[in-house]
T-cell receptor
Framework: DGGITQSPKYLFRKEGQNVTLSCEQNLNHDAMYWYRQDPGQGLRLIYYSQIVNDFQKGDIAEGYSVSREKKESFPLTVTSAQKNPTAFYLC?????????????FGPGTRLTVL | QKEVEQDPGPLSVPEGAIVSLNCTYSNSAFQYFMWYRQYSRKGPELLMYTYSSGNKEDGRFTAQVDKSSKYISLFIRDSQPSDSATYLCAMKRRPNDYKLSFGAGTTVTVRA
């Protein structure tokens, strides 16, 4: 089955620790995205990548970092610099170029800072 | 002011009722409009995708776009308990735009 997988489903972190969220897709999509979802605020774009070895900051990139070494993988690191990291994190992917219909989402990772 | 406004609800309806959801937006450049359904603790899934103004129907779902009023709607006919979810609107300006602008989502409960 083609799709997007995110792991872990739940993640707990102590203040001051960096954590990395995994996102893998087998849809052969070029573009991948990370969003953060907070109650009452909708989805906010953290980072996106159009091709391997290239990525751009979204609206709320501060305190986060990403890498895109493989087409299938786009891990997100939540650093200790992120002031309020407790949230639901969603990874998405899409085809690239003209007419790209929309983005397809993974099941999400819920991060809680203790 | 947010770029996309969506009433968070919650909205509770009896089974079989018509569910009416809507979003308003401020950027007149938006041309592509989407509705996503998100079950609790899951990722959003695409329901409808429309371009410019007009209606689009898919089974029990109808999406409407009124660009002159900067207003989009989603109607769910013959609602079922399985339709209980959060519905998110999203939009973008150009077909190859990577950035989607999302509403906050409306939580819907369909009572059996």
């Amino acid at each position: 089955d083609g799709g997007i997988t995110q792991s872990p489903k739940y993640l707990f972190r102590k203040e001051g620790q960096n954590v990395t969220l995994s996102c893998e897709q087998n849809l052969n999509h070029d573009a991948m995205y990370w969003y953060r979802q907070d109650p009452g605020q909708g989805l906010r774009l953290i980072y996106y990548s159009q091709i391997v070895n290239d990525f751009q900051k979204g609206d709320i990139a501060e305190g986060y970092s990403v890498s895109r070494e493989k087409k299938e993988s786009f891990p997100l690191t939540v650093t200790s610099a992120q002031k309020n990291p407790t949230a639901f994190y969603l990874c998405a992917s899409s085809i690239r170029g003209q007419g790209a219909p929309t983005q397809y989402f993974g099941p999400g990772t819920r991060l809680t800072v203790l | 002011q947010k770029e996309v406004e969506q009433d968070p609800g919650p909205l509770s309806v009896p089974e079989g009722a018509i569910v009416s959801l809507n979003c308003t937006y401020s950027n007149s450049a938006f041309q592509y409009f989407m509705w996503y359904r998100q079950y609790s603790r899951k990722g959003p899934e695409l329901l409808m995708y429309t371009y410019s103004s007009g209606n689009k129907e898919d089974g029990r779902f109808t999406a409407q776009v009124d660009k002159s009023s900067k207003y989009i709607s989603l109607f769910i006919r013959d609602s079922q308990p399985s339709d209980s979810a959060t519905y998110l609107c999203a939009m973008k300006r150009r077909p190859n735009d990577y950035k989607l602008s999302f509403g906050a989502g409306t939580t819907v409960t369909v009572r059996a």
